[in-house]
């Protein structure tokens, strides 16, 4: 017969087992996608949350705010941007692969809280949640350009 300390021993290694194998699992998940994630994603994308990341935009589906985007865009981000999204200077092109797979929420994290080490101001405390989703909208909506 066996003693019940036995069992629970054995039952902890198990326990420890289990648990080290689907750490195992979990952490090789990580390793295949976070590189590709990381590497399609522009340097600011790597300061969100997974929760912000997967913010949907409320506004998707109304068709006033691109229009609506378009006009606050030229208003508080064209100067640094480009009227056409290109970019000027050091500020970069909105028109890139990487933006366009952006998320809605990983941009209206950047146009909520900026990226100050970078020199662009955040909106939050300029403009409402829903204009900032209307800039989303409009950034969303622009196509891909070639580069220069």
């Known amino acids: 017969m066996e003693s019940s300390g036995g069992h629970a021993a054995r039952s902890g290694r198990r ?3 289990q648990l080290a194998a689907s750490f195992l699992v979990l952490s090789a ?3 295949l996608s976070t590189p590709a ?3 399609s994603l522009p340097g600011w994308a790597k300061h969100l949350s ?6 949907a935009n409320p506004l998707a589906n109304d ?3 691109i229009p609506a985007g378009q006009k606050l865009y030229g208003e508080k981000c064209a100067r640094c941007h480009g009227a056409d999204a290109l970019g000027k200077g050091h500020h970069p092109s909105l028109r890139t692969e990487q933006m366009h797979d952006a998320t809605p929420g990983d941009i ?3 146009v909520t809280h900026g990226a100050h080490w970078r020199g662009m101001p955040g909106f ?3 403009l409402t949640d829903s204009q900032r989703w209307q800039i989303v909208s409009y950034v969303k909506s622009l196509s891909v350009a070639e580069k220069k």
């Not at 997974?50 to 913010?55: F, K, Q, R, T």
Request: no cysteine.
């Open 37 to 39: 994630v990381a590497a």
């Open 29 to 31: 998940a990580l390793a």
């Open 15 to 17: 326990l420890r087992a």
């Open 108 to 110: 209206f994290w950047m």
């Open 124 to 126: 939050a405390k300029k």
């Open 63 to 65: 068709t006033t705010a």
């Open 50 to 55: 997974a929760a912000d990341s997967a913010l």
